[in-house]
């Protein structure tokens, strides 16, 4: 890019910055919002869809894990690399039509599977677009907020997506133990939000920060002008841009830039921290129900213990909207692990439903609290140029970690018990908090300098 065209970049990048709030519509951030809704519906939904899954299907266990956490999260880390990597050389927007398309091709045939074979490839179908759509939104929403309020804008877009994983165990409660075909039901409902999504989102513009990278300085100038008119309209005053010296390199192979100073220590951190992160986190999700089940709980029991706990979701992200952007992102990460740990140890003691239920809000409340502050740290914490090729390595590599917990906490348990099963995926959550703490200081910070 030529001198004058980075110095006409970094102005538009100035004026981005300088406006206070969200100036996009915010019916915006309720259609961005859809793509973590069906992000967690899916992660979620497999878990309560399947024993009736495995009794219809006539699978084993292993079988069964296989198809919910294998295959699947197979597809999530491919879906999250591809994708990731063509979106920042092809755009935001457009891979994210991509995303809501395969989630939706997917959670339709997730409902028609007949058997163990088309079960599996409309898992991984569904993997691909989920691991992509869970990249591409953090990323999205980060490139198009305010600096100040870049972590109370993004926790607002995942309160929406939140609500997937806290409705699901009531959806689940209604459909999988009362009809044959309940579990089918619930594959539709996640495939009808994907299109609902897909429908909206031609509204959206693209992220002007990656139109600037792109040499596109036109094209983002016009969405900031629309911005500017929409902030001034609701009576915010606009500061005087200052525009600063950023790099606007890109180049084929976005992946490479990953793997230089500050991002290659930055890479180690967040794939450690996501690793751990998700063995507890695919752990409880993947495995709960079904091992509550063979402790002898009845399960309709096991759903409803689930569903009551995952108020803490909402309350998790609500809690999320204070402290976003007043407390440094890691800080609030060791928090939120540290409640997980005695949410775990709580269900290990398996003590009485009431004592499960109250394990499974602390679960779900640190879950609220954790997920969008994390995604949001990970995906600010890479340039540009390599956004979602960066978020897709954290996420994706931190991903095998997913399936080292589902399919390791049913034979530790069978190994040891029930409570160092537990106890042991509640260490690896605060671990994951620890690991945070070698992260760059982004609260409040502007993309560009934290990506210095």
Avoid: C, K
């Amino acid at each position: 890019m030529s001198a004058e065209g980075a110095r006409r970049g970094a102005e538009v990048l100035a004026r981005l910055d300088r406006i206070p709030e969200w100036s996009l519509p915010y019916s915006y951030l309720a259609i961005v919002g859809l793509g973590y809704f069906f992000v967690f519906y899916d992660i979620t939904d497999i878990g309560f869809g399947l024993p009736a899954i495995a009794v219809q299907m006539h699978l084993t266990g292993d079988e069964g894990l296989f198809v919910a956490l294998a295959v699947g999260l197979l597809g999530y880390i491919l879906g999250s690399f591809v994708i990731g990597t063509f979106s920042d050389r092809h755009g935001r927007l457009r891979m994210l039509l991509v995303t809501f398309a395969l989630v939706a091709l997917g959670s339709f045939g997730d409902a028609v599977a007949t058997d163990l074979f088309t079960l599996s490839l409309w898992r991984f179908v569904t993997g691909v677009g989920v691991g992509a759509g869970l990249n591409l939104v953090s990323t999205y929403v980060g490139e198009l907020s305010p600096a100040a309020r870049r972590g109370r804008i993004s926790v607002l877009t995942f309160l929406i997506g939140i609500l997937g994983q806290a409705v699901t165990p009531f959806v689940a409660l209604a459909l999988v133990p009362t009809f044959e075909v309940g579990w089918r039901l619930l594959f539709v409902i996640g495939g009808a939000v994907a299109v609902v999504g897909l429908a909206l989102q031609s509204r959206l513009p693209e992220s002007p920060r990656w139109l600037v990278m792109r040499g596109r300085s036109d094209e983002a100038d016009a969405i900031v002008r629309r911005m500017e008119s929409t902030a001034r309209g609701r009576g915010e005053a606009l500061a005087e841009p200052r525009p600063s010296e950023v790099s606007l390199e890109h180049g084929r192979f976005p992946t490479r830039y990953l793997f230089r100073r500050p991002y290659a220590s930055r890479l180690a951190v967040f794939v450690a921290m996501w690793f751990l992160w998700y063995v507890g986190n695919y752990a409880f999700l993947g495995d709960a129900a079904t091992l509550y089940a063979a402790q002898g709980i009845a399960i309709g029991s096991s759903i409803l213990y689930l569903a009551v706990g995952a108020v803490g979701y909402p309350v998790g992200a609500l809690l999320m909207l204070a402290a976003a952007d007043r407390v440094e992102r890691y800080r609030l990460i060791v928090v939120a692990t540290a409640i997980w740990f005695l949410g775990m140890l709580l269900i290990g003691t398996l003590a009485s439903g009431l004592v499960l239920t109250a394990g499974s809000f602390l679960a779900s409340l640190s879950l609220g609290m954790y997920l969008q502050v994390a995604y949001t740290y990970t995906a600010e914490s890479f340039p540009t140029r390599a956004r979602t090729s960066g978020f897709a390595w954290s996420d994706g590599l931190g991903h095998l970690g997913g399936a080292v917990g589902a399919l390791g906490l049913p034979a530790l348990i069978a190994a040891t018990s029930f409570f160092a099963g537990f106890t042991t995926v509640g260490v690896t959550g605060l671990a994951a908090g620890a690991i945070a703490i070698f992260g760059p200081r982004a609260t409040g910070r502007r993309l560009e300098r934290i990506s210095q």
